[in-house]
Structures are given as C-alpha cells and as structure tokens.
C-alpha cells in the first residue's frame, strides 16, 4: 500500500460548490503539505501543518482552508470552488532532518477540474 | 520576479546525450538544494539533494551548487528513455543546521530521452 495517499484522484465539479481533497499517511511523520501544481508554474505551496496543532498558510492559501483532524490526516477544503482552481493537487509528509535535508514524500495526486 | 527561476524547457535529447538542467535564486537563505523528479501522472520524488556549494554525484545524476552566483545544475549522463520525466529543482532555508520543511519549487524542465 502507498505510504502516502490521496482521494479522490479526480475529480470534477462546478463553480460555487464546495469540495475537499483528503490525505492521508503511514509514514509516521509529523509534517504535512498541500501544494497545486499548474503548467509553467510549477508546485506551490498552499498551507501546512507541522504538528496537529499547528496550521500556517504557504504562499497561496486564500480560497483554501484546512483541517488536521491527526497526525495521519490533513484535508484541503475549497469553500466555493472557481475555474482558476482547476489543477492537480499534491499532498507531501515529512519528518524533521537532523544535520541534513529534509525529504518530502508526495502523494499521487488529485486532479481538479472546476466548470 | 520569482524567488526560484527554472526554464520550463521542453528539452528533447538523443539516448545516451548529457542533459545539463539549471535553476537560479534570488534568496541568500537558501541553504539545501534538492532535485525530485516526477513521472508522468505521479507525484515528485527526491532524486538529489546537497547543502553546500560544489558537486555531488550519485550514478549517472551529478548534482552541482555554485551559492556565489546563486545557481544550481543537475547533470545526467549517458541519459536514458527511462530518465524521461519532469525535473525539479526544489530550496529551502536551514534553521539551526536543520532543514526548515518549506520547500520553494522551480517552474521544472521536462525531459525527454528519445531511443
């Protein structure tokens, strides 16, 4: 089974509807990210959360909340999806490194289209 | 202007050509620099990383840091149809000698290995 997964892997729906990306890990880290992934642009980062009770917005969050219901789970929500949202959705886990990098470990993906 | 700046390419080479992929900065805090690779519909995976400035290699991948002008290439040698992927270059800043989690991503090259 995937250490890191996501649901559901496609998806589409239509503007003003709300929907949530779900993720969850085996790996045991504490660490977890939500990025969008869109041509020419690249992955960014949407928010994330370092432990349960810590959430923090990354570069793009406005239009996106989310939840860290545990240590395994981190849900994206869009409250009121809009055509610029559609990409492909990638949720990340890591664990803190000691002396060295720290390796991100991504999820599949979920790819969002907004009508 | 970007705080990490990767051309897009598409890049198309030979089987058995050397691939040259570079990513500038702009941010002085930088102080790991990684490069994941991601196959068509996955998600990226950590192919390289290193911390200080000079060459690092694993195989046929060299990984290569030039932090006075702010530069960083990843080389493939003797490249296969198997390498054909999009690349990433991926930063971070370092707090306490300890990678700090967020990751600020390139635009990613995509590659392809032709027989």
């Known amino acids: 089974d995937a250490d890191v997964t996501q649901t559901p892997r496609n998806r589409i729906t239509k503007t003003g509807k709300r929907i949530m990306l779900e993720c969850s890990q085996t790996?045991?880290?504490?660490?977890m990210y939500w990025y969008r992934q869109d041509p020419g642009l690249g992955l960014r980062l949407i928010y994330y959360s370092f432990d349960v009770k810590d959430i923090n917005k990354g570069e793009i969050s406005d239009g996106y909340s989310v939840s860290r219901q545990a240590q395994a789970k981190f849900s994206l929500s869009l409250e009121s999806a809009i055509p610029n949202q559609t990409a492909l959705y990638f949720c990340?886990?890591?664990?803190?490194?000691?002396?060295?990098?720290?390796?991100?470990?991504f999820g599949p993906g979920t790819r969002l289209l907004v009508l | 202007q970007k705080e990490v700046e990767q051309d897009p390419g598409p890049l198309s080479v030979p089987e058995g050509a050397i691939v040259s992929l570079n990513c500038t900065y702009s941010n002085s805090a930088f102080q790991y620099f990684m490069w994941y690779r991601q196959y068509s519909r996955k998600g990226p995976e950590l192919l390289m990383y290193t911390y200080s400035s000079g060459n690092k290699e694993d195989g046929r991948f060299t990984a290569q840091v030039d932090k006075s002008s702010k530069y960083i290439s990843l080389f493939i040698r003797d490249s296969q149809p198997s390498d054909s992927a999009t690349y990433l270059c991926a930063m971070s800043v370092a707090a306490g000698g300890t990678s700090y989690g967020k990751l600020t991503f390139g635009q990613g090259t995509i590659l392809t290995v032709h027989p």
């Open positions: 790996k045991g880290h504490d660490r």
């Open positions: 990340a886990t890591s664990v803190p490194g000691q002396g060295t990098q720290e390796t991100q470990y």
